[in-house]
């Protein structure tokens, strides 16, 4: 596996925010979500975009690959049309070959670990050999101005990921797991704009919420208690499952990148499943909460720092949107 990011020029800090909004008490928001700045896309950068820019700089790295991609999995929520899928547009831009499997997953926080079940089951199956995973959202597209809840904790961002088959039984992805619980998709989500409920005059309407929070229904609308709730009661099992099938504890585990949810949620989980602090990576403070790419920038930025090597056993664990989580343990 290897894996190169982007990340938006333009970055937006708390200071810059509090300037605008200066009745958002920004000490009491970074003590809650720990972000202090955030990547945000530019005019007419999209979550393609980034993919491509992510994408060619992997294939920077690895000329040869460009003539090996089988497999493109485009996991993304702000994708740049209706139709077709932006995995289909990034063969093109790339400039791979025809014979190329390409599909889009609607997933968030979940997706990068979902999307690499997804791979390794078409590597198993024999259909793909070297599949491209591209992770990457604007939510800021997606989050009302006045949404202090939202503003202040989501940034843009994407991923690169080279997967492919290993020879050897103990290295790579060793073992994962995935959950939906589909009845509490209204914790987090965007109500209009979708054949459910098509735009209006009425969706456009801002509505403000008991906490002040900003929002039409073309919003993303989030629920940051409900979500929380659902992270503790649900990811602390998933995750102890997975290591009882494998027969290991946390004691064995080299390194833990959890979704950058937010520093109550990291908190949260870090106390839950009893892991020493410095076990488990935390970027948010300087990016904020990237969605689906946030894994794998995470991953990436800790094998850069050295908290990632040869031989280094890490438990991926994402969740969010859908409502949806998965955990992955990966050999490197």
Known sequence: MDIACHLPTQVVTNAE?????PAWDMDRVAKRAGVLQRHIAGPGETALDMGV???RALLDRHPSLIDQIDGIIFCTQTPDYVMPPNSCVLQ????????????DINLACSGY???LALAEGLIVAG??????IVTADTYSRLINPGDRAARTLFGDGAAASWV?????????????????????????FVPAGGARCPRSADTAREQVDRSGNVRTDEDIHM?????????????????????????????DLDLVVFHQASKLA??????????????????????GNTVSASIPISLEQARAEGAIAAGSLVLLCGFGVGLSWASALVQF
Do not use: M, W
Not at 230 to 250: E, H, N, S, W, Y
């Open 92 to 103: 093109g831009e790339l400039g791979l070959c025809d014979e190329v499997l390409a599909l």
């Open 113 to 115: 670990v979902y999307s």
């Open 53 to 55: 820019a992510a994408s």
């Open 17 to 21: 925010l509090n300037e605008v909004f």
């Open 164 to 188: 492919r088959a290993s020879n050897d039984d103990h290295t790579g992805l060793l073992d994962v797991l995935c959950a939906t619980s589909g009845k509490g998709f209204e914790k987090f």
């Open 127 to 132: 259909t793909c050999t070297n599949v491209l």
């Open 266 to 287: 990291l908190d949260a989980l870090t106390r839950a499943l009893k892991l020493p602090e410095d076990k488990v990576f935390r970027n948010l403070s300087s990016i």
């Open 223 to 251: 629920d940051g208690l409900g979500v929380l709730s659902f992270v503790r009661a649900k990811v602390p099992t998933q995750v102890r499952t997975l290591l009882d099938r494998k027969g290991i504890t946390v004691a």
